[in-house]
């Protein structure tokens, strides 16, 4: 399972499917790539580090360009507005040309690669376009309906809801673990809850439309995480484990009462966890311990 998040959780929702250090390549915004700028090299040294975590390109347009504040806003496409910060570390390039930050403008078209810096957003690249800009979300239907294709999920990074049209024949795909991913998959799957990640374009009427979209759970689901655990809250019944076989951590949910293990579970301990999706968290049904 995987693109999104972030990452990024959603309060309670399990959202936190978030990869430390694998950035994600280019996305291919019209015959120009969007480039990661990970690389900390010609960065001023009173600035900090890029901050690490797996960058997101959203696509959209840019307004209110402030550079006294460093922050402009992205109208995404079939989402709301958002505020995204950027500085002497952001890449700016026009039509593929590499161009000074100070030339950035309001623009209709734009594929800006961002990833969170605390709760703030920030630009890593931003790739102004003559045409129409690709973008991404990951986050959890909200609501589907089949005979308009009208889609709308809970996003992640947007904190909002962004709507997408889903066209006939729309690649609508499992991913992640064998037992989930090896089942049917289609359109059937995008219920109220499901987790999924949506490559997505804008149409000519600057809305979101939807080009591949990857189902990483669905309710009811299950799931067999194993790795260490990374934080653990016995107040809160939650823990969180990185898996290192696709090197993302999970927040999972577990009841005291019916695994009683968990009083003897330790940061850094290995263990194996079956867990269930219910539509908003993975519920541990069985912890295991492995010495």
């Known amino acids: ?3 999104f998040l972030a990452i990024v959780m959603l309060g309670s929702v399990a959202i936190a499917q978030l990869s430390s250090a694998d950035a994600k390549s280019a996305q291919n915004a019209g015959a120009q790539s969007v480039s990661i ?11 900090p580090p890029i901050p690490l975590g797996k960058s997101t390109v959203i696509g ?6 402030d550079p006294v504040r460093d922050q402009f806003t992205l109208k995404v496409f079939g989402g709301r507005r958002m505020k995204i910060l950027f500085d002497e570390r952001t890449r700016f390039y026009r039509d593929g040309t590499r161009t000074p930050l100070r030339d950035l403008r309001p623009d209709n078209h734009a594929s800006v ?14 790739h102004t376009l003559s045409r129409s800009p690709q973008g991404e979300c990951q986050g959890q239907v909200l609501k589907y309906d ?58 000519n009427k600057g809305r979101g439309v939807a080009r591949q979209i990857s189902i990483l759970a669905s309710p ?7 790795g260490n655990i990374a934080f653990l809250d016995l107040h809160a019944h ?15 949910f577990f009841d005291p009462a019916r695994l009683p293990v968990v009083h003897h579970l330790q940061e850094g301990a290995h263990v194996i966890v079956t867990a269930n999706f219910d539509g908003s968290r993975y519920v541990a049904s069985t912890i295991t311990v492995n010495d």
């Open 113 to 126: 690669e961002t990833v969170l810096d605390g709760t703030n957003i920030f630009a890593l690249s931003i």
């Open 238 to 252: 939650t823990l969180v484990m990185v898996d290192p076989r696709d090197d993302k951590s999970y927040r999972i």
């Open 60 to 65: 959209g347009a840019i307004h209110d360009v």
């Open 220 to 226: 009811g689901s299950a799931f067999v995480f194993s």
């Open 146 to 203: 089949p005979g308009t294709g009208e889609l709308t999920v809970s996003d992640a990074l947007s904190h909002g809801p962004i709507k997408l049209r889903v066209p006939a024949g729309t690649s609508v795909l499992r991913v992640g673990q064998a037992a989930f991913s090896s089942a049917n998959s289609g359109p059937s799957d995008l219920v109220k809850g499901a987790l999924i990640s949506v490559e997505f374009e804008s149409d």
């Open 37 to 47: 700028s990970g690389s900390a090299s010609g960065v001023p040294a009173s600035l």
């Open 1 to 3: 399972m995987g693109r």
